[in-house]
């Protein structure tokens, strides 16, 4: 049985990398080498395909757009989150476990339901197509994942730990800044890997409440409608490399945090 479940993670492995292979080798090719040989090495590759890219749709406005989004909603989301996360799991009050519950609700709830009166009520506060109008909305649509997350970390932490900080003198800020947050720090660094992977290939709020500019997967999907019939696939899987790679290269220099929040999970 062990040849079965090899192959099987061999073909599960293949399914995932070969397209993200031909996505690489096609964003350094020619139209016509792409369509003759999908995965064949082209020298000199053909790196212009990327100021093509960058160039069309704006797409590099776009992506300093989509990066500064991506910082700035994690910028309030995170604090928000943690101290929610752990007022829930930390102190029993009436009502918490409801709370709890209808905050997780949120993650069933799918961003394009409310997209009519989320747009209607950004218009009516003048935050349609404003980079404070996205971020508040990204910051409430994440906000659900964010705190059924952490409140599970929070939750296991010891109760003996907060006695003894307690007992040494520290209030409640001192107690979550000092002891609680660098204990759970490992399920932050997931809540911020997974967060930025969606946050950073989110569609269709950007694509309702901006209207003028434009984030990375609102560029990209312009820019693949505007070349399919132009038949520039050089361009288009530039642009789709522009969205992978720096989501990927996060994880890879992250991924130990993600390991090491399983194992604590494990362990606990």
């Known amino acids: 049985m062990k040849w079965l479940r090899n192959g099987l993670l061999i073909g599960f492995g293949a399914v995932v990398i ?9 964003s350094v090719r020619g139209n016509q080498e792409i369509l ?13 395909n990327f100021g093509k890219a960058w160039g069309a749709q704006n797409l590099g406005a776009a992506f300093i757009l989509s990066l500064i989004v991506t910082l700035l909603t994690l910028v309030f989301l995170i604090p928000i989150g943690g101290m929610m996360a752990y007022a829930l799991s930390r102190y029993q009050f009436r009502g918490s476990g409801l709370i709890l519950g209808l905050v997780t609700l949120g993650m069933l709830f799918p961003n394009l339901l409310a997209a009519v ?10 935050l349609d197509d404003s980079l ?46 000092r002891v609680m947050v660098p204990l ?8 911020v890997i997974f967060n930025v992977i969606g946050l950073w290939n989110e569609y269709n709020l950007a694509k309702i409440l901006m209207l003028q500019q434009k984030t990375l997967p609102v560029g990209l999907a312009d820019l693949i409608s ?24 996060l994880y890879l220099f992250l991924k130990d945090k993600v390991q090491q929040a399983m194992l604590a999970g494990a362990i606990k």
């Open 132 to 177: 404070v109008g996205l971020v508040m909305a990204y910051v409430a649509y994440s906000l659900s994942f964010t705190v059924f997350v952490l409140h599970g970390f929070f939750a296991a932490l010891p109760n003996e730990l907060a006695e003894a900080a307690t007992i040494d003198g520290a209030g409640h800020w001192s107690l979550f800044l």
């Open 18 to 26: 070969l397209p993200v292979l031909w996505v690489f080798f096609s």
């Open 36 to 48: 003759n040989s999908p995965f064949a090495v082209t020298i000199p590759p053909a790196f212009d």
């Open 117 to 126: 009166p989320l747009f209607l009520m950004m218009a009516d506060m003048g």
């Open 226 to 249: 505007q070349q399919q019939y132009a038949g520039d696939w050089g361009a288009i899987f530039a642009g789709a490399v522009l969205v992978i790679f720096p989501v990927m290269t």
């Open 184 to 191: 759970a720090s490992p399920g932050i660094w997931v809540v």
